[in-house]
């Protein structure tokens, strides 16, 4: 075989692999739309008013005949979808191995959230049995389809180049995320010029980020395809495929002491997204539409914050790039504790720097795990980290809960979140990153 021919046969593997990464970005610019707009911003103050509405004169709504407050239905609701998503998460990663087709398997877990979220247009009135139900569908599928999404990474890109690859999908995802919530606060505030109510125009925000979700998945479905597996592993055997796979990690530590790390310090993430706009209401004063802005902004940056991260990782490594976007949101939050009332400029400030280390931080712990993971088992591990980033995010708002609950200060709140950055940068910092590469069977890059 001639040189020719062999330069040839690389250039058309490496055609088909920048084609299947193009399309496999495009997966994460159509479900960013779905946490930004329905989960991050329109979602919960609305269903919360349904709710209202559905009360009886103390305050209480009565799913399943048990009391529950208006004000905490969405809260329980997210918790609930928590725990259908950690139950269906291991059975879709070891289905998704076993038979070694995944993008059926994507497909399903992204339609199902896409129509549950477009039927979100039918949220009115009293209807917040109709809303719990759909939120719950749509927030586990999301987390169902992410196994699936990101245990292609490490078939689709070359250990150098996913650092890279990791990070443009999650700048995609939020530029999508950006660009929809424009077009969606155009419409939210100037509802009246539109000629319909303001819920008529949350419902149409709702229903927007459905249709988005699904028009777009079309593309990762066409250019994304599936390997082959040599996995014998009999069907219908979802869990036992789970606990031999944690059977397989306890037999690499170094795997799993940095999906401890991982744990702690994007609990710390998670909670400060989910917590930030509570802070900026009920701490500083600041209007709503302040805050919406503000989650704008950090939707803006991240794009920047994760391109800009991904460069970063190849000249120092994904490890020290993580460990220092670890010092800048400890920084971050210990400057949020002296933020003064009533001063949205500041906050902007605030949202800024949480902006540009947010997309960083989380794109290239994912490229960094993808090497931890041993071929062949990707969807399955996959699912463990999942579980790691959504099974667990209930440490960090008990800890702010608990801390203003004693001290009745939400600037105390706020920073003894540090604490899940502090220690996720210790225990970090302990791992040995190449060795773990090459104790799951990997070549580790040259910068790591």
């Not at 709702?206 to 998945?217: E, H, M, P, Q, R």
């Not at 225990?427 to 040995?432: F, G, S």
């Amino acid at each position: 075989m001639g040189t020719g021919t062999v330069r040839a046969q690389t250039d058309d593997g490496m055609a088909e692999r920048r084609r299947e990464q193009r399309g496999w970005y495009f997966y994460d610019w159509a479900c960013s739309v779905y946490s930004t707009s329905v989960l991050t911003v329109f979602l919960g103050p609305y269903l919360t008013s349904v709710a209202r509405s559905a009360a009886d004169s103390g305050g209480f709504v009565h799913p399943l005949g048990i009391p529950v407050r208006a004000g905490s239905f969405f809260a329980y609701c997210v918790s609930l979808s928590v725990i259908v998503a950690i139950v269906v998460m291991p059975l879709a990663g070891a289905a998704a191995d076993r038979t070694g087709r995944k993008k059926p398997l994507l497909a399903t877990a992204a339609y199902v959230g896409a129509a549950a979220t477009t039927a979100l247009f039918l949220l009115d009135g009293r209807r917040y049995l109709l809303g719990g139900f759909l939120l719950i569908v749509a927030n586990a599928s999301v987390a169902v389809s992410m196994v699936l999404y990101n245990s292609y990474l490490p078939q689709i890109a070359r250990p150098e180049e996913r650092d890279a690859v990791s990070s443009r999908g999650w700048a995609f995802g939020y530029a999508a995320g950006s660009l929809v919530l424009v077009a969606n606060l155009v419409l939210f505030t100037a509802h009246d010029s539109f000629g319909v109510s303001e819920a008529m125009a949350v419902r149409i925000c709702l229903a927007s980020a459905g249709l988005w979700w699904g028009v777009f998945t079309l593309v990762p479905l066409r250019r994304l395809r599936d390997r082959g597996t040599g996995a014998a592993a009999p069907p219908g055997h979802g869990w036992r495929q789970l606990a031999a796979t944690v059977r397989d990690m306890r037999g690499k530590p170094l795997t799993l002491a940095f999906l401890l790390a991982y744990l702690v310090y994007n609990d710390g993430i998670q909670t400060v997204i989910s917590q930030a706009s509570v802070y900026g209401s009920e701490e500083l004063g600041l209007s709503q539409s302040t805050l919406i802005t503000a989650v704008l902004m950090v939707q803006v940056l991240a794009v920047a914050g994760a391109l800009g991260m991904g460069r970063l990782a190849r000249t120092y490594g994904a490890k020290r790039t993580i460990l220092a976007s670890l010092v800048a949101w400890t920084l971050t939050l210990g400057a949020g504790y002296f933020l003064p009332a009533g001063a949205p400029v500041w906050f902007f400030v605030l949202a800024a720097g949480i902006g540009l280390v947010l997309g960083g931080s989380q794109a290239l712990s994912r490229s960094l795990f993808s090497h931890l993971v041993p071929p062949g088992k990707e969807a399955e591990y996959f699912s463990a980290y999942e579980m790691s980033d959504r099974g667990m995010s209930w440490l960090g708002p008990l800890l702010f809960g608990i801390t203003y609950q004693l001290t009745g200060s939400y600037r105390d709140a706020i920073v003894s979140l540090v604490a899940f950055f502090v220690i996720g940068f210790v225990l970090l910092a302990r791992v040995p990153v190449a060795q773990a590469i090459r104790a799951a069977g990997n070549p580790a890059p040259d910068r790591i």
